[in-house]
């Protein structure tokens, strides 16, 4: 049995199928993680969306941005925006249980025996795991709780700075900020949700990578995420990057997680669409 974690899709259905070829996955014998953005700028999102859902307890999702936006959408807490692909998941027979199944899937996940997390995007430098843990299970709650309410306030870039004593609507957009936009802090570590380019390119030497953050506190587990694109894949002793940009022509990339120093394998990705 082999667990795989694979990096955004985000629609991209016939290079994750030749990835799933390539592992030689089964579901019957194998499990696999996906860092979220199963969704959007691809061509086939109720494909990607129709073949994970079918995979059944073999697959394991942790929410990314696109896939909160097609909620978000869908919940009316958000239009659709020019360069979205999400027309045929909100016009499938079956959107219903395809949002539903979305919507229950977690913004963070662990396996304890192996000391691996997963995030879509980063962790506050002010939270240790455990509190990272109970911030993520209060963004699924809340989801599940009232998807209306929760996505009617939760876009913003505020608060910027984790604080204890945030609550309410603020709280739950720092945690979503954390867990499925963040790539750069400041200083003082707090959130800079603009700045999107890569590292060796970086707009200002101010700006930190989350995973370099000065006496970050999650430290000790070992951190798998994506959405970061110009960082490409990203391996080091506490953290792992696994998007690598196959919507935009590059790879799609999975990675053995219960075989020490595995490498990555990697299919290439069709170009986009420049119609």
């Known amino acids: 049995m082999a ?47 129709r073949r994970i ?22 919940y009316g807490g958000a239009r659709l925006r020019d360069d979205d692909t999400l027309d045929a998941v909100l016009g499938a027979p079956d959107r219903a249980l395809l949002l539903e199944w979305l919507g229950s899937r977690s913004l963070l996940h662990e396996d304890p025996n192996l000391n691996v997390c997963m ?5 506050a430098p002010q939270w240790d795991l ?16 009232d998807p209306e309410k929760l996505f009617r306030r939760l876009y913003g870039d505020q608060p910027d700075r984790w604080d204890d004593v945030l609550e309410g609507e603020e709280r739950l957009r720092f945690i979503a900020n954390c867990l499925t936009r963040l790539r750069y802090l400041d200083a003082e570590g707090r959130l800079v949700l603009r700045a999107k380019g890569s590292p060796k390119k970086a707009q200002s030497k101010a700006l930190i990578p989350w995973f370099e953050a000065p006496g970050a506190r999650w430290r000790g587990s070992r951190i798998v995420f994506g959405h970061w694109s110009t960082l490409g894949f990203f391996n080091n002793a506490d953290v792992t990057g696994l998007d690598t940009g196959c919507v935009w022509g590059d790879r799609l990339t999975a990675l053995r997680l219960d075989v020490p120093d595995a490498r990555p394998v990697q299919v290439a990705c069709a170009l986009p669409s420049q119609s």
């Open 3 to 49: 667990l795989y974690a694979i990096g955004d899709v985000q629609g991209c259905d016939a290079e994750l199928a030749a990835l799933l070829s390539t592992l030689k996955f089964s579901a019957d014998r194998d499990s696999v993680w996906f860092v979220g953005d199963l969704v959007n700028r691809g061509p086939d999102s109720l494909k990607v969306l």
């Open 53 to 74: 859902r079918a995979m059944g307890d073999a697959a394991t999702v942790t929410l990314g941005n696109h896939d909160l936006h097609l909620l978000a959408v869908a």
């Open 119 to 123: 995030v879509h995007a980063g962790l």
């Open 130 to 145: 455990p509190l990272a843990r109970e911030c993520a299970h209060e963004l699924e709650r809340a989801l599940k709780r």
